[in-house]
């Protein structure tokens, strides 16, 4: 589409001044404080919803620089520019530096992991081949991987696979079951990935509160 497409653009913003503020009610309804990925153009563009996700009590996490994606065709240097800049800009806008992180996409380079320990970041998302969370090995500084159920994550389900949004609420509900019967031997995390512009629409939301 031609630029500007404000059908795309205004489309995500709904997400900052609807949908996640539906989606921390229902998770607040629940007892569930959530980690929010922000990116810095987010947190320096609307600082009202950093204020609003502090006064939740929500932990905020790196989230790049808005939709640019780490990839190999980065340097060394720009990658360590972007991450560094993303966890500057969250630190002078929140008041603290964060421990997270979650590509934009999912998306790193084959020293991203490292490049995240030593600006330090102790934990990453990007990982999704587990269901608990596993110590990472980096030359240094200390990182562990917390990955996602990639599976549940709202876009992938939902924008991409074109799951209907009642099968996806059954996904939500059966993924619980049972990683909650195979935690009964090791502890297991089911970290969901959702997006407000996404989950938190009216016909959506619905779902998430069958799901939980």
Known sequence: RPFPDYSTLTHREYGHRVGLFRVLDVLEKYGITPTVAMDSLTAEHYPYLVRHCLQRGCEIIGHGI????????????????????????????????????????????????????????????????????????????????????LELDDIHALWERRVPIDRYGEMLKESFDILYRDGKQNGRLLVLHLHPWIIGQPFRIGFLVHGA
């Open 66 to 149: 808005g939709v640019r994606v780490i990839t190999s065709k980065m340097s060394e240097q720009q990658e360590r520019a972007y991450i560094q800049e993303a966890i500057d800009t969250l630190q002078r806008t929140t008041g603290t530096a964060p421990l997270g992180w979650l590509g934009p996409e999912y998306g790193e380079s084959a020293r991203t992991p490292q490049l995240l320990a030593q600006a330090g970041i102790r934990y990453v998302c990007d990982w999704v081949n587990d269901e608990q969370p596993y110590a990472m090995k980096t030359a240094q500084g200390e990182l562990y991987a917390l990955p996602i159920m």
